[in-house]
């Protein structure tokens, strides 16, 4: 099962590459985040399913890592490189691109190994995850709701269709909306569902006489 999930995971990790290198040069924001979702929010929880009890695990300092220090670590990667000035050296340079989406899978791979971890820890774990979704909804909602677009100007190629600029970073924005922040929301409903189950499957002390 950890086999195939964790070359699932690849597999649409080299699909969504492939994307990036396609459309690479056309400045379509919407594709960039397409590719940055595809990656943290799908990609990097299933080969963090499975890499689990693998030597990856100590690589990425999995064991002495808490969920919320990777949280933190996830919304740097991710407010950093979407800063204007980032964003248009990264659009002007494909080894720059994948350098971005390298540092994006690593913190998804880190942060949901981290706050999937078995065991002890769920509580924490579903607080790290929503506290991403929380700022992947505020990212979203910024770029969604900007007066102008952050990242160029004039018209760009979403997959072969010309949309302005502003257009396309709303739906950039909205795209980081539904896939980013519900992926990472359903992740922590998921863990607290299971302490309550946990909860309620535990035995009752029978009252004393």
Do not use: N
Not at 19 to 39: C, D, K, Q, R, Y
Not at 48 to 73: E, H, I, K, N, W
Not at 124 to 153: C, D, I
Request: glycine share 12%; net charge positive.
């Amino acid at each position: 099962m950890k086999r195939s999930t964790r070359l699932l995971g690849l597999l649409l990790l080299i699909a969504l590459c492939a994307v990036l290198v396609a459309s690479f040069g056309g400045g379509s924001f919407t594709v960039h985040m397409i590719v940055h979702m595809g990656i943290v929010a799908v990609a990097a929880p299933l080969i963090g399913y499975g890499m689990r009890g693998t030597r990856l695990d100590a690589a990425l300092g999995v064991a002495r890592m808490t969920p919320m220090l990777a949280s933190f670590f996830e919304l740097v990667a991710v407010w950093f490189w979407h800063l204007p000035a980032l964003r248009a050296l990264a659009d002007a340079s494909l080894t720059l691109s994948f350098l971005e989406q390298a540092s994006f899978l690593t913190a998804g791979i880190l942060l949901w190994r981290v706050c999937l971890r078995p065991g002890e820890g769920r509580l924490a774990g579903a607080a790290g995850l929503l506290f991403t979704s929380m700022h992947m909804t505020l990212l979203g909602v910024l770029l969604a709701l900007a007066p102008r677009p952050l990242y160029g100007e004039g018209d760009v190629s979403c997959f072969g269709i010309s949309i302005s600029a502003a257009a396309d970073q709303q739906i950039g924005g909205v795209v980081m909306l539904m896939v980013g922040a519900c992926a990472y929301l359903l992740g922590g409903i998921v863990l607290l569902a299971g302490l309550l189950r946990d909860g309620e499957a535990l035995p009752t002390e029978k009252p004393r006489c």
